[in-house]
């Protein structure tokens, strides 16, 4: 229970903290199309079991999980929320801010380089409502 009001303290910190310039989404400032393919390559080979190949919290470890169900990355609000808060709970896992306890903290597995490229990775996806292709990324990243 401590860590779970720690989390959202911090979260709450973070978000009270954060740039509030509503014209440049945070994805389109920290989108790296080289921090989105490492991202992706994690998620494939650690969250879309449970997450789903499109993202979408329909993998196939979802359909024997009880609520909550996994999060469906597509939906927009990830996209505005600060880094640090998503980092945070790909760091700590489900249990450690109310949700699903068979989502594992990650800190233990995933470098501090690795967790940021993986919420960059969900950021995207957030803010295109599906996985991005290259171009795309390479297009957010014009002048």
């Keep these: 229970m401590r860590i779970y009001f720690g989390v959202v ?4 910190l973070v978000a009270g903290c954060a740039d509030t310039d509503a014209s440049v989404p945070p994805v389109e400032r920290s989108l790296s199309p080289e921090a989105f393919a490492q991202g992706k390559k994690i998620y494939r080979q650690r969250c879309q079991f449970c997450h ?3 993202a979408d919290g329909k993998g196939p470890l ?3 999980m009880e609520e909550p ?3 469906d990355f597509r939906l927009p609000d ?5 880094p640090d808060a998503l980092e945070t ?3 700590l896992g489900g249990e450690a801010i109310g949700k699903n306890p068979m989502m594992p903290p990650w ?3 995933l470098s501090d380089q ?3 490229d993986v919420v960059v990775f969900v950021q995207a996806v957030s803010r295109y409502g599906r996985i991005p292709s290259p171009d795309e990324l390479h297009a957010a990243q014009a002048p």
Excluded: C, F, M
């Design 107 to 109: 800190e233990d597995v």
């Design 78 to 82: 990830l996209a505005q929320r600060p």
């Design 69 to 71: 169900k996994p999060r």
């Design 114 to 116: 690795e967790i940021k």
């Design 62 to 64: 979802a359909t024997e």
């Design 52 to 54: 789903g190949e499109k």
């Design 89 to 91: 709970i790909v760091r």
């Design 9 to 12: 303290g911090l979260a709450l």
